[in-house]
């Protein structure tokens, strides 16, 4: 656990499309974490579980929440809860397809890690109320995943 944010991440590795690429994902989460520019609030405490599945699953998962039946990348689920101290708890659960991933890097000339990295952010900014409904929301967090990925070496995805 990240003391200073109180950020708690879980790893559930539910496919063995992960199987190899696991520490270097947790590296990368451990990384990524520490950005201030993604939002995470030093008085909340975060509970995230990431888990690593593969397109069968997350297409199911995807059916049952949003009533879509196709696999995707990734799927963020987010509840903000008051604990009885009155301190703000998040949960979230983090679903990742490597078979959707990878297929999507390929496809657009991304190395896999640095897709993966541009996804993890992109979920924590979700998790942090971020949103790209609205154009103008799309828009602000484009310019900051951009800002983040930066501080990593990594490209803008949204160049091509």
Request: proline share 1%; charged share 30%; net charge positive.
């Amino acid at each position: 656990m990240h003391m200073k944010r109180k950020i708690q991440t879980n790893f559930f590795c539910k496919s063995n499309h992960w199987s190899k690429r696991m520490l270097k994902i947790k590296e990368i989460v451990t990384k990524v974490i520490k950005i201030d520019d993604l939002g995470f609030k030093k008085n909340n405490f975060y509970f995230v579980n990431l888990v690593f599945v593969d397109d069968n699953k997350i297409k199911n998962i995807n059916k049952m929440y949003r009533k879509k039946n196709i696999a995707t990348d990734v799927l963020t689920f987010v509840n903000f809860i008051k604990n009885n101290k009155n301190k703000n708890e998040t949960y979230c659960d983090i679903f990742f397809s490597a078979e959707t991933i990878k297929k999507d890097a390929k496809k657009n000339l991304l190395n896999f890690y640095d897709h993966i990295t541009h996804l993890i952010i992109h979920c924590f900014l979700h998790v942090n109320g971020y949103d790209h409904k609205k154009e103008s929301d799309f828009i602000k967090m484009k310019k900051l995943e951009e800002k983040i990925l930066m501080q990593f070496n990594i490209q803008s995805p949204y160049l091509s």
